[in-house]
């Protein structure tokens, strides 16, 4: 399945920055989140050679099954606000370098390993692109008052909830990102280019086929 944003563990190739904290032509690592933004509205990035990144299951190497996390240390760090950049496209993969601990115990030490990821491409990084203060004035309403419901994935994109008019039960993290009056607005052919997918959807969230991809597997019954 095609994302439509990046996740923590992306790299991002900015053609032109703004920001003091990247050059132009250079890489940011999109970090995991941290609470200064809101999942679906912001990321959160770093300089890639400024910070070293965990990535792995608690104990020992990825094995697959075995949930992992990303844990990122250095900086500076960003909150960049998606829609408040234009241009973001997936353009392949690259190989970056990761760790994780050894195994137990901790002491045993920390691994450097490579592992794929999602490349993308921003032709101009904005100074500002962290504030977007309209943004911070929408909330979930009850069920319905917004109808209908276009609830599109952070990570994929399936379209079968678009147009629903209550939240399903069983995807996670959703929030509002726009009003419907502005999801549905129309798009000049000659303004698709500039564009964002996340123009078209009214909640974001995680479905649960991404959970399970991006979260790893919900623990058994009785702690087995």
């Given at each position: 399945m095609e994302r439509v944003i990046p996740v923590p563990g992306d790299l991002i190739l900015v053609d032109k920055s703004e920001w003091y904290g990247l050059k132009d032509g250079e890489?940011?690592?999109?970090?995991?989140?941290?609470?200064?933004?809101?999942?679906?509205?912001?990321?959160?990035?770093?300089?890639?050679?400024?910070?070293r990144s965990f990535w792995g299951p608690a104990i020992g190497p990825p094995d697959g099954t075995t949930p992992e996390r990303i844990s990122t240390s250095g900086g500076p760090f960003k909150t960049v606000t998606l829609r408040l950049i234009k241009g973001l496209v997936q353009i392949g993969t690259q190989l970056d370098e990761f760790w994780h601990w050894l195994d137990r115990p901790r002491s045993g030490g920390g691994v450097d390993y490579?592992?794929?990821?999602?490349?993308?491409?921003?032709?101009?990084?904005?100074?500002?692109?962290?504030?977007?203060?309209?943004?911070?004035?929408?909330?979930?309403?009850?069920?319905g008052t917004l109808g209908p419901i276009r609830l599109g994935c952070l990570y994929c994109d399936r379209a079968d909830f678009d147009g629903v008019f209550a939240l399903p039960s069983d995807w996670s993290d959703i929030q509002a990102v726009q009003s419907l009056e502005e999801a549905s607005r129309q798009v000049e052919e000659s303004d698709c280019d500039s564009q964002s997918v996340l123009d078209w959807e009214t909640h974001l969230g995680v479905c649960p086929t991404c959970q399970v991809i991006f979260c790893g597997p919900p623990p058994k019954a009785g702690g087995a």
């Open positions: 890489l940011l690592r999109v970090c995991e989140q941290t609470g200064w933004g809101i999942p679906g509205r912001d990321i959160f990035v770093a300089p890639r050679h400024q910070v490579q592992r794929e990821v999602a490349l993308w491409r921003l032709p101009l990084l904005p100074d500002g692109s962290w504030l977007d203060p309209e943004m911070d004035e929408i909330r979930l309403a009850p069920e």
